[in-house]
């Protein structure tokens, strides 16, 4: 919808609610300190609304400026990733954009990669937080087992490789920086 078409439902919106509240253009003159002609102008679409025509407006109609103008609703903000395999487990994108910091939910089935140690090295910075299971990081020469609740941060360009070589699935959330940003993650928030 183009501005001028929103602009255009505006007179015919004030003119339905003063007809609603029972109100002539007098009153509502009265009450806002426009003038009548102004007013006419506005309902009839032959006078082009302002902010300051539509302030008072509002206030009198008791409604919110975004209901005089009919405010398009932005679009729909939930991100409905579609599940991916790889390599035998499931990676759900959990960000839109293409570009820099990236969310995906991963599934480890049991016994993923269970005898695989090849690590891998990448530009980029990485963050792990295991929700439900255990799973297995090789860092560099490090090895750790994670269980649910515990995070993980590191620079990709250190060899690295995951894996599940547990009797049950585990599910993960990873937050991956392409360019090596690393993650702003606060666990409390800061005494002020």
Do not use: C
Request: neutral net charge; proline residues 8%; glycine residues 10%.
């Amino acid at each position: 919808m183009s501005d001028d078409d929103v602009l255009q439902n505006v007179g015919p919106r004030l003119r339905a609610l003063r007809q609603e509240n029972g109100a002539t253009l007098t009153d509502l003159s009265a009450t806002t300190g426009i003038s009548v002609s102004t007013l006419s102008r506005l309902e009839s679409g032959q006078r082009r609304p302002t902010l300051e025509l539509l302030l008072p407006l509002a206030r009198a109609h008791g409604v919110a400026l975004d209901d005089l103008v009919d405010v398009p609703a932005p679009a729909d903000p939930r991100v409905h990733g579609r599940p991916i395999e790889r390599d035998g487990a499931t990676v759900v994108p959990l960000t839109r954009q293409s570009g820099g910091l990236q969310a995906y939910k991963f599934v480890w089935p049991p016994r993923w990669r269970a005898g695989d140690s090849e690590q891998k090295v990448h530009d980029g910075y990485e963050w792990l937080y295991v929700l439900s299971g255990r799973v297995r990081l090789l860092l560099g020469q490090r090895d750790f087992v994670l269980g649910a609740g515990e995070v993980v941060e590191f620079d990709t360009r250190v060899p690295h490789a995951f894996s599940n070589p547990f009797p049950e699935p585990a599910e993960g959330l990873v937050l991956f920086g392409p360019q090596g940003e690393r993650m702003h993650v606060r666990a409390r928030p800061r005494d002020r």
